[in-house]
């Protein structure tokens, strides 16, 4: 069902942000000035053609990439006001991310994995956190076992309890099924979305997949390095329909 639009302020608000980077050739520009809200607890998918920018904002969302000009907002929190270990700090308490490319730690277990974020919080509790995060998404009987000996599916299932286990506001997930069979994608999607539900957490979600950002509340298309379409027009018609 689609939420109602919010006039409360957004969990993540870019006005005009842009990105350049230095190259041999000459200077290039990976983001063009784009202005974007997301509401708490909205579900955004993100789509658009590879180099159109979709892995940079989400970069700067998450306080990991410095835009060259704008402003970017994440849980009324100004980013550019924060040195680097403020941004570790925020990233740490409010953001929640999971990569194509799973990301763990292969000395760790997928326990230890899991109670990283919450072991860097200080949290008293971490591993039987850790531990609850992991039954969550099936995995109480793989505590102890490393990265590989794990499955693909197995490891984005551990890389999505460590996103969760803090509690995030936002989580950015960017193609998280893209290293994964069709079957074994399908369950993460499932996973990530009831995850998100359950526990009221504001999701961007970038995809190749049109199917998958249909599922969100809303579909924000990059052309460019520019918003084409924030997907608001589409939104609205939905809700309209469901309303006759």
């Known amino acids: 069902m689609s939420r109602p639009d919010s006039v409360a302020t957004p969990i993540v608000a870019l006005d005009e942000v842009h990105l350049r980077l230095d190259s041999a050739a000459g200077p290039v520009n990976i983001l063009r000035g784009l202005n974007l809200r997301v509401d708490a607890g909205e579900r955004v998918g993100v789509v658009g053609p590879s180099g159109s920018g979709k892995s940079t904002?989400?970069?700067?969302?998450?306080?990991?990439?410095?835009?060259?000009?704008?402003?970017?907002r994440v849980a009324d929190q100004d980013l550019g006001a924060l040195d680097e270990d403020g941004l570790a700090r925020f990233r740490r308490d409010h953001v929640g991310i999971v990569f194509q490319a799973f990301h763990l730690v292969p000395t760790m277990t997928a326990l230890e994995n899991v109670a990283i974020p919450l072991e860097f919080a200080g949290a008293a509790d971490a591993f039987?956190?850790?531990?609850?995060?992991?039954?969550?998404?099936g995995l109480g009987h793989r505590l102890t076992h490393y990265p590989g000996q794990l499955s693909g599916g197995e490891q984005q299932r551990v890389a999505l309890a460590r996103a969760f286990v803090a509690e995030p506001s936002l989580l950015l997930a960017d193609e998280?099924?893209?290293n994964l069979d069709i079957d074994t994608g399908s369950t993460i999607v499932e996973l990530l979305f009831d995850l998100a539900e359950r526990r009221g957490t504001t999701l961007v979600l970038i995809t190749h997949d049109p199917a998958l950002a249909e599922r969100c509340d809303r579909t924000v298309r990059l052309m460019d390095g520019r918003i084409a379409?924030?997907?608001?027009?589409a939104r609205a018609e939905r809700v309209r329909v469901a309303g006759d």
Request: charged fraction near 25%.
């Open 229 to 233: 379409d924030d997907g608001h027009a």
């Open 128 to 137: 039987d956190r850790a531990r609850e995060g992991l039954v969550a998404v």
């Open 176 to 178: 998280p099924t893209g």
């Open 57 to 72: 904002m989400m970069m700067v969302m998450a306080g990991l990439e410095r835009p060259t000009g704008g402003s970017v």
